[in-house]
């Protein structure tokens, strides 16, 4: 009966199909059905399965039968032959030794494991399902892992059930601070596969340049770190499509899942699905994009603890508890008390409405480097203060400030510090870190000729007796706002010559995390035969080419183990101080006046500016004059011109310059956005007889309005030669957009 039935079924359906010649059946869709029905949940089977060791392998020999949804695949490259899936009770990290993963394990497809006769077990701390492997480090010793599954083995265990519902994918919200630095069983088991969202996080090394993953290394550690200053690592694969796109400024929630890794250490670890889990669009507070003063004003008692800017433009007034009236705020140094300091946007600002006040906590290192009565040098200085916006005084000001060395930066944009060591002690605001070893920079005194000199000292100690690497860094060096970009120092040595003396440029305190690390060439005193070398000056060392980000001057001593004790000294340290001069530059002052109207525009020495307006720097936030602008390089009395070029696709802004004779060996503007522009890109051509011989491209985003930027590039042009600058548009608008402002134009030939 039933074949007849299905027989006249089928002709029938012949019948319908001859009729409709001209309609085509869609193919079926196929939704798959699991065999197996679950009868354990992924977190009593980790339970069951888990053993202390930090590698091993283990049989499931019982009838158990786990499922869950996909969490987490390879679809950007970031993860690698991994899926993580879960259940709602834990997640589950799926070791597959197969590429383009996610073509399968779709986000929120249902998978079902009937675990009998296959593997679970760890491979450097993490619990895998996955297959024996044996891994062979590079001395040869061989440790059992379970990891890597192959493709057969995938298809022989997992089954497919219905279609994906993204809907079943559960995202655990998390704080750094529940599983970092906990390494016991049951967090290991609870955090291990998660798919996690942690809140309110910046990425440590984020300036704007550096990428989630460099090119030199499979895979990159980067840091994120949320409002208690907790971190963790992210792992960036160099193979995400995501590799080369700078880490974003400012605070964001992300989304991924942790992993682990235990070797000799202990390393919680995060990995970023896409670039969309990354979440927001950059909040404030971070050292990279802080609160302005005027920010911390209007979100007082509401914005998250962070860094604000600004400036130091006075202190509170003797006998004053309360701040209500200008009268209330001392606007010069050195002040009555040092309990407070006053900062603001601008550096000449006197509205008491318009500053915040910080206090300054007994005793502490903020109080003894930016208080008005004992360092009247620091008003106008800049300075990033850690805290959050709230009240104090009964107005607007930063509480919560420790007063540690961590929360606060105060930048040195002119310091003559030939009498920093005077007191006997490194200052506060130095830092002395020993990386090696326990060789210390130290303070050293005595007279020569008559005439006392203190300086800093540094000699190997040979207890114990290992290798030593010691640094001495300067304060954060305000390089961008410095008149000149000059450093001087002078040294001196001793007779004996197994170690030696190196300085260089770093963008971190800690000399060990800094991702930038160049090194110097100034003139070192040569070894004597005995005794003490002559002091020596180091020469000018010019540090324009850093004026784009914050960076310190490090001292650092090495010797080998067993050195004999040669000793290094250091003094006359000065920044900011050396003449300032500029072999050649562009004339755009000669352009004519500052309309902010889009035109073409000539200088008296034939510098074209085509489709651009002309702004200027001024004392005044008044179009077509700029404040961040500020003064000629080499004329801090005279305003600067900045030809503007615009962004429009359709009158594209160029800067061109006349024949310049006599070659070229370094480039160097400012530029940024005066207007709301928020990514600026634009390329530098060097020509010569019509033909381009050096190229660069400048793009940054997440552009801060009204903020200067610099360029500064060393090339090797003999010879006559032009330069052009081309707006490359990138919103590809009609309309005005993407104008960047260049000015104080100068090179070296």
């Not at 008390?337 to 502490?364: F, H, M, R």
């Not at 300032?580 to 109207?597: C, K, L, S």
């Not at 489709?611 to 700029?626: R, V």
Request: aromatic fraction near 10%; charge should be negative; include cysteine.
């Amino acid at each position: 009966m039933k074949s007849i039935k299905y027989f006249l079924g089928l002709m029938l359906l012949l019948v319908l199909v001859t009729s409709c010649h001209e309609e085509f059946d869609q193919p079926p869709v196929y939704i798959p059905v699991a065999d197996a029905v679950p009868n354990m949940t992924i977190a009593d089977f980790k339970v069951k399965h888990w053993k202390e060791s930090t590698n091993y392998v283990d049989t499931v020999t019982e009838d158990e039968v786990i499922h869950g949804w996909v969490t987490a695949n390879d679809i950007s490259n970031n993860i690698y032959k991994t899926v993580y899936i879960s259940d709602g009770t834990a997640g589950l990290s799926l070791s597959i030794s197969q590429n383009e993963l996610y073509t399968k394990f779709r986000v929120g497809q249902e998978v079902v494991l009937p675990m009998k006769g296959h593997y679970v077990g760890k491979a450097t701390g993490q619990l895998n399902v996955a297959a024996p492997y044996n891994y062979v480090s590079k001395n040869g010793d061989i440790t059992l892992e379970c990891l890597n599954m192959s493709a057969a083995e995938m298809e022989s265990l997992v089954q497919y059930n219905l279609m994906p519902d993204v809907s079943k994918v559960d995202t655990v919200d998390v704080e750094i601070s529940e599983f970092q630095g906990k390494y016991d069983s049951e967090t290991l088991r609870k955090y291990q596969g998660l798919l996690v969202r942690i809140r309110n996080v910046e990425f440590v090394e984020a300036d704007g340049r550096t990428p989630y993953a460099d090119d030199a290394s499979s895979s990159t550690n980067r840091m994120i770190m949320d409002l208690g200053r907790n971190q963790l690592i992210v792992r960036n694969s160099r193979s995400a499509d995501f590799a080369t796109t700078p880490l974003p400024l400012g605070r964001y929630d992300v989304v991924g899942v942790l992993g682990y890794y235990q070797t000799s250490n202990s390393d919680w670890q995060f990995y970023l699905r896409t670039i969309e889990d990354v979440i927001g669009e950059g909040k404030k507070g971070t050292i990279t994009l802080p609160y302005s003063v005027a920010d911390a004003i209007e979100a007082q008692n509401i914005a998250d603890i962070g860094w604000t800017e600004g400036y130091i433009v006075g202190a509170v007034a003797a006998e004053k508890t309360t701040v209500s009236s200008n009268a209330d705020i001392e606007w010069n140094a050195p002040t009555e008390l040092d309990n407070t300091i006053v900062i603001a946007d601008d550096p000449e600002c006197k509205d008491y409405t318009k500053c915040i006040v910080v206090p300054l906590p007994q005793g502490s290192a903020f109080r003894a480097d930016a208080n008005l009565v004992e360092n009247p040098q620091v008003y106008k200085a800049h300075i990033f203060v850690y805290g959050k916006p709230g009240t104090f005084m009964g107005t607007s000001g930063i509480v919560g400030n420790t007063g540690s060395e961590n929360d606060y930066l105060l930048d040195i944009s002119y310091e003559k510090m030939q009498e920093t060591f005077n007191n006997g002690s490194i200052p506060r605001n130095w830092t002395n870190v020993t990386v090696g070893g326990d060789t210390r920079w130290s303070v050293y005194s005595y007279t020569s000729g008559g005439k006392p000199i203190v300086c800093a000292q540094i000699r190997y100690n040979s207890t114990p007796n290992q290798d030593a690497e010691s640094w001495l860094i300067t304060p954060r060096l305000d390089i961008k706002n410095a008149k000149s970009k000059i450093f001087n120092f002078t040294s001196e040595v001793n007779d004996k010559g197994n170690n030696r003396l190196e300085v260089y440029v770093l963008n971190s305190k800690d000399p060990v995390t800094a991702t930038v690390k160049v090194k110097l060439n100034p003139i070192l005193p040569p070894r004597p035969a005995s005794n003490y070398s002559a002091w020596t000056s180091s020469g000018d060392i010019d540090l324009s080419e850093w004026a784009d980000g914050e960076y310190y001057i490090g001292f650092c001593y090495k010797a080998p183990a067993g050195a004999t004790q040669t000793t290094w000294c250091i003094d006359d340290v000065t920044f900011g101080m050396g003449k300032v001069e500029v072999a050649n530059r562009a004339d755009f002052e000669t352009m004519g006046d500052a309309t902010g109207q889009y035109g073409t525009f000539t200088s008296t020495k034939g510098w074209v500016a085509n489709n651009c307006c002309l702004f200027q720097g001024g004392p005044d936030e008044l179009n077509p004059t700029f404040p961040f602008i500020g003064f000629m390089t080499e004329n801090p009395g005279i305003y600067a011109k900045a030809p503007t070029l615009n962004g429009k696709t359709t009158s594209v802004g160029t800067i061109v310059s006349p024949v310049i004779k006599g070659g070229m060996k370094k480039l160097a503007f400012s530029y940024g956005a005066a207007m709301s522009d928020k990514v600026l890109s634009f390329r530098i051509d060097v020509k010569q007889n019509g033909n381009v011989v050096k190229s660069w491209t400048e793009t940054r985003n997440n552009v801060t309005q009204k903020t200067a930027y610099d360029f500064s590039a060393t090339c090797d042009i003999s010879g006559d030669f032009t330069i052009e600058i081309t707006n490359l548009c990138p919103s590809n608008s009609k309309s005005n957009k993407d104008r960047v402002s260049i000015w104080n134009l100068v090179w070296e030939n």
